[in-house]
């Protein structure tokens, strides 16, 4: 047999090996053999070799680390060798005050920020899950608790007695507060109106490009409750970011955005609960013409690698489990992974494209893509402002006035837009038949005939 995750060979023993007992401690359990080859076979250990070992291997494993292994001597015809046998702790093992882990064939040392995830699984907490000292029910926020309670309410994951009790009760029956009486985590990043003067970069960040990665043309930053974030956000992107072209299907009036709003919201709130807020970053949205990123410091569980696996059937595991049963609890996330499959919904029901997720060591990255309908007009409005109209296809220079005529422009000014000079033939054969149609309609003049008419749509 090869070597591999859970087996290892040396042909002699060293101190250092006590690394890699450490390292199987903490993953995944583990079996050493001494007096073996790189190829697993038995090249065997001396008499004086293995009575020396037998008796220091199972000593200094349990001196320097406080664990038992089994510790077995082997024959193989005339030659011996040593089995090492190491279970998986539930505690985290440090050797010599360093932590190890064994990742496929290496073993590596544990430190910063992932040896911290490391002592709180082992501990069975989570980052959310820790006490916030010196913060107290009565600093939270009133209007973001009341809105917990109104989605609550709305969704019935509330009932009116339920979100009728006073707040540290509520709290209390929300999980939010540890054995010691203290408000976790989840609770000041969802309640408390100022997040940051705890974990920096517990906001969202939205900007919008141009024609490059550093063609930033603006950008805004929503602070804040966490609960009150979903809503800003999503209403900032779509009123001020995206902007709705303009079709016909018959007589009706229809808006169209690149990509659908509902499944926007379940990416962000994805992104919000899945987090890694110990990293300090902001969840970022970067807008463009033709597609919209979204970018959070954060992981998936190790089984969900891949835009299919995400929208396949699976369990439901967030990264801030604390968290999630909040948003679930007001009613804006589902349990059981059902936020995968209403992004799928709603990007069908838009004839749009799954989004595409980039899962990394360096964060989760969701690319939106536009939809193809919005694609195409976005080509047709190309077109027109670029002065290719051609004046005998009525019906494209027809929606493009009405497009542009969502707010009042002067005769004067449709004409510079569409690029026809000729005003007869504006009035004749686009202005008066459209006006007539009640397509366009005219505004009110402030003083009468003073030549300030305007069109509306």
């Not at 040396?10 to 903490?26: S, T």
């Not at 320097?64 to 985290?92: C, H, R």
């Not at 002592?119 to 009565?138: A, E, F």
């Not at 992104?271 to 463009?288: G, L």
Request: hydrophobic residues 35%; glycine residues 6%.
């Amino acid at each position: 047999m090869s070597e591999h995750q859970t087996i290892e060979y040396k042909e002699l023993w060293h101190d250092e090996y006590l690394e890699w007992i450490c390292g199987y401690a903490n993953a995944y359990g583990g079996t050493l053999y001494i007096g073996k080859n790189d190829d697993g076979e038995v090249v065997g250990l001396s008499d004086k070799d293995r009575k020396k070992l037998l008796e220091a291997i199972p000593n200094k494993i349990t001196d320097t680390m406080g664990i038992v292994a089994d510790v077995n001597l082997l024959y193989k015809g005339k030659l011996q060798y040593i089995e090492i046998i190491v279970e998986k702790y539930p505690s985290l093992i440090s050797y010599h005050g360093k932590y190890f882990y064994r990742s496929g064939s290496t073993m590596r040392a544990i430190t910063g920020k992932e040896l911290d995830k490391a002592i709180l699984k082992s501990q069975g907490r989570t980052w959310d899950g820790m006490p916030v000292p010196k913060l107290h029910v009565t600093d939270l926020k009133r209007e973001a608790i009341e809105l917990f309670k109104e989605k609550a309410l709305r969704r019935h994951r509330l009932t009116g007695e339920e979100a009728r009790i006073d707040d540290t009760i509520l709290m209390e029956n929300l999980h939010l507060v540890d054995e010691e009486g203290y408000l976790i985590r989840a609770a000041m990043l969802a309640f408390y109106k100022d997040p940051e003067k705890w974990v920096a970069g517990s906001y969202i960040k939205i900007g919008y490009f141009g024609d490059s990665d550093s063609d930033l043309k603006y950008q805004d930053e929503v602070h804040g409750a966490l609960i009150e974030q979903i809503d800003k956000a999503v209403d900032l992107v779509y009123t001020k970011y995206l902007k709705a072209l303009i079709y016909y299907d018959g007589i009706q009036r229809v808006e169209q955005f690149m990509f659908p709003q509902e499944a926007f919201r379940e990416i962000l709130l994805n992104a919000v609960v899945h987090k890694d807020y110990s990293a300090c970053n902001p969840i970022q949205i970067s807008v463009y013409e033709d597609k919209i990123y979204i970018w959070n410091d954060g992981e998936m569980p190790s089984e969900l690698d891949s835009t299919e696996k995400l929208f396949e059937k699976h369990s439901s595991r967030p990264y801030n489990p604390k968290l999630a049963n909040i948003f679930f609890k007001s009613g804006m996330i589902e349990a059981w992974g059902r936020g995968f499959d209403k992004i799928k919904e709603a990007c069908s029901k838009y004839d749009g494209h799954l989004p595409e997720y980039n899962i990394g060591a360096s964060g989760i990255m969701v690319l939106c893509k536009a939809c193809d309908k919005y694609l195409e007009l976005l080509s047709d409005k190309d077109d027109l402002r670029l002065g290719q109209i051609d004046q005998d296809n009525d019906q494209d220079v027809t929606k493009m006035i009405i497009a542009f005529c969502i707010q009042p422009h002067s005769a004067k000014e449709i004409m510079d837009y569409i690029k026809i000079n000729d005003r007869s033939f504006f009035r004749r054969h686009y202005l008066n038949p459209m006006i007539k149609t009640g397509q366009l309609k005219r505004t009110i003049p402030d003083k009468p005939k003073s030549g300030n008419q305007k069109y509306y749509s």
